[in-house]
């Protein structure tokens, strides 16, 4: 199984490609910067990867309820242009897999 994973962290985003096993093929690093700048970056780094899943740790503060409606949100984040940011609805308009986040 081809697995992504997606650190998104306040200062970078590192994003890898690996397998259930733990072996990383590929990963990538960059600034984080605003929503709009980053996730498409994120979606370019994945869009040729064939990925089966896509797991993402946020920093937060975060939504990680699946049943609340703003599951996969960052919330009130005093990184002002993430707040209220959808990041797995962003994803699952570029890919459609199993999606987790943290």
């Known amino acids: 199984m081809i697995i992504g994973a997606i650190e998104a962290g306040g200062t970078k985003f590192i994003c890898g490609v690996g397998n259930e096993k733990g072996e990383i093929f590929e990963k990538v690093s960059f600034p984080t ?4 700048i980053t996730l498409a970056k994120v979606v370019e780094f994945f869009k040729d990867k064939n990925i089966e899943r896509l797991g993402v740790g946020s920093f937060g503060p975060i ?3 699946p049943k609340s409606k703003t599951y996969g949100y960052i919330t009130k984040t005093p990184k002002l242009a993430w707040t ?3 990041v797995i609805g962003y994803l ?3 890919f459609d897999v199993p999606m987790f986040f943290d």
Do not use: I, L, Q, S
């Open 33 to 36: 910067e605003t929503p709009e």
């Open 63 to 65: 939504d990680v309820n």
């Open 84 to 86: 209220d940011c959808d």
């Open 92 to 94: 699952k308009k570029h």
